[in-house]
């Protein structure tokens, strides 16, 4: 996976449809960080692309991550299709009929994969308000959506794409921006420093001759720029996947205060590192939080990551009391060949209360 922050979904619209294996296998080679992948039925918009048949023929193609952006009428009707075709995400058009989108979205997120709004130009935000918590992605058009190759619509960036992150603020984690339509190496660092989060980049990238991994490169790089200086400060922007330690603690008490962190939407791992020697012989557990959200973890955890290291002190010493202090050094040779999880060896848990 690249550094930085932004990443490009290639769009296959405009890739030769009598050798998609061939275009797939290449964006892949290239770069890519994503697929996107526009479905049309003619009727939503005056255009006829591919349907689940096709994506379920690319899933067997590519490991990438696919995300279909289906721009149908009924996508209620089809979402099983896609969903068995092994899309990651389904993003459909909030311009559909309105009683369509809300079970098509709870269809999406039962298979466990990620569920989008689409927004038209000329359709304000504010038509997204009744599904904000069924969203992990809000895609911004800034084109007519129908046909790659048209002109950017700057007008529509500004207006829409920082302001889309609010209809995500319940996933502080994870959720996602997506802008669609005229991005390229002249328009990347704008709309970067606009905060969005894939660029969904079409035509510019099948043109023939064009180097399309330098092109890839080009788009993210100044995306990342941009949100470099005109949102973060000059600072670089964290990696996307960069994760930060939060605390370190027994295992019992990281286990608990792991959920309680997760139960807040932050995704916790949990790892055996550099924590120290505890006098049962097993060693402090990280609790690793993406560094996007470590400020939000901070405000919400850290009087409660006070406690439990307080509690972590306390047993420590009621279990030494109560057993001796056990060397580390004695125990490192011993226990270095254990299994993965050594903690479950016979040393009594930390107590819960
Ligand atoms: C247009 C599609 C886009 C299209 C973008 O309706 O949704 O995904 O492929 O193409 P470019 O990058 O050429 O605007
Ligand atoms: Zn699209």
């Given at each position: 996976m690249a550094g930085g922050r932004a990443r490009v979904a290639v769009s296959i619209l405009d890739a030769d449809h009598s050798n998609m294996a061939y275009g797939v296998r290449r964006a892949e080679r290239e770069g890519a960080d994503r697929l996107h992948i526009d479905v049309m039925d003619g009727h939503f918009v005056p255009n006829l692309t591919f349907g689940p048949r096709m994506i379920k023929g690319i899933r067997k193609r590519t490991e990438l991550p696919l995300d279909a952006h289906l721009m149908i009428s009924d996508p209620l009707k089809y979402v099983d299709e896609f969903l068995d075709a092994g899309c990651d995400?389904?993003?459909?058009?909030?311009?559909?009929?309105?009683?369509?989108?809300?079970?098509?979205?709870?269809?999406?997120?039962?298979?466990?994969?990620?569920?989008?709004?689409?927004?038209?130009?000329?359709?304000?935000?504010?038509?997204?308000?009744?599904?904000?918590?069924l969203l992990d992605i809000v895609l911004v058009m800034t084109v007519e959506p129908g046909f790659g190759g048209q002109d950017f619509m700057r007008d529509v960036?500004?207006?829409?794409?920082?302001?889309?992150?609010?209809?995500?603020?319940?996933?502080?984690?994870?959720?996602?921006?997506?802008?669609?339509?005229?991005?390229?190496?002249e328009?990347?660092?704008?709309?970067?420093?606009?905060?969005?989060?894939?660029?969904?980049?079409?035509?510019?990238?099948?043109?023939?001759?064009?180097?399309?991994?330098?092109?890839?490169?080009?788009?993210?790089?100044?995306?990342?720029?941009?949100?470099?200086?005109?949102?973060?400060?000059?600072?670089p922007p964290i990696p996307r996947d960069k994760m930060v330690t939060f605390t370190q603690l027994p295992k019992e008490l990281a286990w608990r205060f792991l959920r309680e962190i997760e139960a807040g939407g932050i995704p916790v791992i949990p790892l055996r590192g550099s924590g120290r020697f505890n006098p049962d012989g097993v060693r402090d557990y990280d609790l690793l939080v993406p560094a996007s959200a470590e400020q939000l973890t901070i405000e919400r955890h850290a009087a409660e990551r006070d406690r439990y290291l307080d509690e972590a002190e306390r047993w420590r010493e009621a279990y030494a009391a109560e057993h001796g202090w056990a060397e580390p050094?004695?125990?490192?040779?011993?226990?270095?060949?254990?299994?993965a999880d050594r903690s479950s060896d016979g040393a009594p848990p930390p107590p819960s209360h």
């Open positions: 995400s389904i993003t459909f058009h909030v311009e559909v009929d309105a009683e369509q989108i809300e079970p098509a979205l709870v269809a999406i997120r039962k298979a466990g994969r990620a569920a989008g709004l689409a927004v038209k130009p000329k359709t304000p935000l504010t038509a997204l308000e009744p599904y904000r918590k960036a500004a207006e829409k794409l920082l302001a889309a992150r609010e209809y995500l603020s319940h996933r502080p984690v994870g959720a996602e921006v997506h802008v669609d339509g005229g991005i390229n190496r328009t990347a660092e704008f709309v970067g420093g606009l905060g969005v989060d894939i660029l969904v980049v079409g035509s510019v990238l099948w043109i023939p001759g064009r180097n399309m991994g330098r092109e890839i490169r080009l788009v993210r790089a100044l995306a990342d720029e941009g949100y470099q200086y005109r949102l973060n400060h000059g600072d050094d004695s125990l490192r040779p011993a226990r270095a060949t254990g299994s």
